[in-house]
C-alpha cells in the first residue's frame, strides 16, 4: 500500500524523486509490490512517467521486477548492506581527504555549527532531530571535496541504505560513539587533517557492523 502522495500541477516532482523518498524514509516498506495500475492511481500520472520511475528506481537499487507482476521494493541481505557500508566508508574517507585541503573557513564554522546542533539533539534524546543534523554534516563535508561524481555517489548509495545507516544508534552506547567519532571529524576539519579525517570516516560506518548486524535481525527496517 502506498500513501497518498498527490501530485499537483503547481507540485510536480519527478514520480521518481517522490516515491524514492517514501522507499527512503520506509513509508514504502521492503517487500511491498507496485503496479503501474497502482501508482498511476497514487500519483495521478499516465504510464509513460510510471514507468520511467521505475526503470530509474530499479536501475539504482530501490526496486526489483516480479515476472508479470509489476514490481517490489527490494529487501536486501544482511551482507549485502554491510558491504555497503564498507564502500561508503572507503567512499568517505575521500571526501574527507580532498575536503580537508579544500574546505573554505566559512565552510568550517557552518559544520561547526551544524556540530553544535546535533550534540544538542543528542543531550535532549532527539533521534530525528539528530538524524537530519548528521546527515548535513557528511553532506556538507562531501561537497567540500569538489568532486561532483563522488558526491552522486555517496548521495545513491546513503539513500539506498538510509533505512538502516542509523539502527544502531538505538543503542546509547552506540549513538554516544557516534557523536565522539563526530567530535573528531571536526577537530580533523578545523586542522585541515586530511590523513586523520580520511582514517575517521573510514571506519566510522563499518565500524558500527557488528551493532548493526544485531539490530537487523530484531528490526530489519527500522530506522533513525
Given at each position: 500500500?502506498i500513501?497518498?502522495?498527490?501530485c499537483?500541477?503547481?507540485n510536480?516532482?519527478?514520480?521518481?524523486?517522490?516515491?524514492?523518498?517514501?522507499?527512503?524514509?520506509?513509508?514504502?516498506a521492503?517487500?511491498?509490490?507496485?503496479t503501474?495500475?497502482e501508482?498511476?492511481?497514487?500519483?495521478?500520472?499516465?504510464?509513460?512517467p510510471?514507468?520511467?520511475?521505475?526503470?530509474?528506481?530499479?536501475s539504482?537499487?530501490?526496486?526489483e521486477?516480479?515476472?508479470?507482476?509489476g514490481?517490489?521494493v527490494?529487501?536486501?541481505?544482511?551482507?549485502?548492506?554491510?558491504?555497503?557500508?564498507?564502500?561508503i566508508?572507503?567512499?568517505d574517507?575521500?571526501?574527507?581527504e580532498?575536503?580537508a585541503?579544500?574546505?573554505?573557513?566559512?565552510?568550517?564554522?557552518?559544520?561547526?555549527?551544524?556540530?553544535?546542533?546535533?550534540?544538542?539533539?543528542f543531550?535532549?534524546?532527539?533521534?530525528a532531530?539528530y538524524?537530519?543534523?548528521?546527515?548535513?554534516?557528511h553532506?556538507?563535508i562531501?561537497?567540500?571535496?569538489?568532486?561532483?561524481v563522488?558526491v552522486?555517489?555517496l548521495?545513491?548509495?546513503?539513500?539506498?541504505v538510509?533505512?538502516?545507516?542509523?539502527?544502531?544508534?538505538i543503542?546509547?552506547?552506540?549513538?554516544?560513539?557516534?557523536?565522539?567519532?563526530?567530535?573528531?571529524?571536526?577537530?580533523a576539519l578545523?586542522?585541515?587533517?586530511g590523513?586523520?579525517?580520511g582514517?575517521?570516516?573510514?571506519?566510522?560506518?563499518?565500524?558500527?557492523?557488528d551493532?548493526?548486524?544485531?539490530?537487523l535481525?530484531?528490526?530489519?527496517t527500522?530506522?533513525?
Amino acid at each position: 500500500m502506498i500513501p497518498h502522495t498527490p501530485c499537483s500541477p503547481e507540485n510536480r516532482r519527478p514520480v521518481a524523486d517522490v516515491l524514492r523518498d517514501l522507499i527512503v524514509s520506509g513509508a514504502v516498506a521492503p517487500g511491498t509490490r507496485l503496479t503501474e495500475v497502482e501508482l498511476c492511481r497514487t500519483f495521478n500520472r499516465s504510464r509513460g512517467p510510471i514507468r520511467e520511475a521505475i526503470r530509474v528506481l530499479t536501475s539504482e537499487g530501490l526496486t526489483e521486477p516480479l515476472p508479470n507482476r509489476g514490481v517490489r521494493v527490494r529487501q536486501p541481505g544482511i551482507d549485502e548492506i554491510l558491504q555497503t557500508f564498507s564502500v561508503i566508508g572507503t567512499l568517505d574517507a575521500m571526501a574527507g581527504e580532498h575536503a580537508a585541503a579544500r574546505i573554505s573557513d566559512a565552510g568550517i564554522s557552518h559544520i561547526g555549527d551544524l556540530h553544535q546542533r546535533m550534540v544538542a539533539a543528542f543531550q535532549g534524546g532527539d533521534i530525528a532531530g539528530y538524524y537530519q543534523l548528521n546527515q548535513a554534516i557528511h553532506h556538507a563535508i562531501w561537497e567540500a571535496s569538489e568532486n561532483k561524481v563522488l558526491v552522486q555517489e555517496l548521495e545513491r548509495l546513503n539513500a539506498w541504505v538510509r533505512p538502516y545507516r542509523f539502527a544502531v544508534n538505538i543503542r546509547v552506547d552506540s549513538w554516544r560513539k557516534s557523536v565522539m567519532d563526530h567530535e573528531n571529524i571536526l577537530i580533523a576539519l578545523i586542522n585541515r587533517d586530511g590523513r586523520r579525517l580520511g582514517q575517521i570516516l573510514r571506519l566510522h560506518l563499518p565500524g558500527k557492523a557488528d551493532v548493526l548486524r544485531a539490530q537487523l535481525v530484531v528490526s530489519p527496517t527500522q530506522s533513525e
